[in-house]
């Protein structure tokens, strides 16, 4: 299906069509057929959904949720500036596009709607920063594109702060 931006980005239901979503990470398509369901039934994840208007094929899709992380595992610049309890995060735990519409910016599209999901939550809810772990290094390439910087422990592990996110006004 040919991509029109902007996409309709919802959560997900039962009414989406997910049989031929190929991101081209098996991993990522069956999440999104087998388990995403569940996941937000049980709230243990929003999955958001995008879809072209008049279509209810899936054609890209990201996922929300809570998380926290020490300060100990930040760079120092940003460490020292934060308690020594946990720091609450929101946590983009993933996020795909059907290989029909990659190159035409819906994963951008679908970031900042993440975006202006977490700074709107972040009104009601402490989060500190948005994190995301790269799945590989076209992903971390991606999101250090758009401002997200690594954890001092774990290269494949980004962050951006709200605080960039605000500025950002996405």
């Known amino acids: 299906m040919p ?8 959560p997900l239901t039962r009414t989406h069509e997910r049989a ?20 937000a039934r049980r709230s243990v994840s929003r999955v958001y959904v995008a879809r072209a208007s008049g279509s209810s094929a899936v054609l890209g899709y990201y996922t929300l949720s ?5 300060r100990k595992s930040l760079p120092e610049k940003e460490a020292k500036r934060l ?23 819906l ?3 679908l970031l900042f709607d993440a975006f202006h999901r977490v700074l709107h939550a972040a009104e009601t809810l402490a989060v500190y920063a948005l994190v995301v772990d790269a799945k590989n ?10 401002g997200f910087l690594g954890f001092a422990d774990t290269p494949s592990r980004l962050f951006i702060p709200m ?3 605000r500025m950002m006004d996405p």
């Open 3 to 10: 991509l029109t931006l902007p996409p309709i980005v919802e």
């Open 20 to 39: 031929d979503f190929d991101c081209g990470l098996p991993e990522l398509n069956d999440y999104l057929r087998s388990q995403a369901t569940q996941d």
């Open 66 to 70: 809570a998380t926290s992380f020490s």
């Open 83 to 105: 308690p020594h309890y946990p720091i609450p995060a929101a946590l983009l735990g993933r996020l795909a596009v059907d290989r029909s519409c990659q190159g035409h910016q």
């Open 107 to 109: 994963g951008k599209f």
């Open 137 to 146: 290094n076209d992903a971390l390439t991606f999101y250090q594109h758009y």
């Open 163 to 165: 605080e960039t996110l």
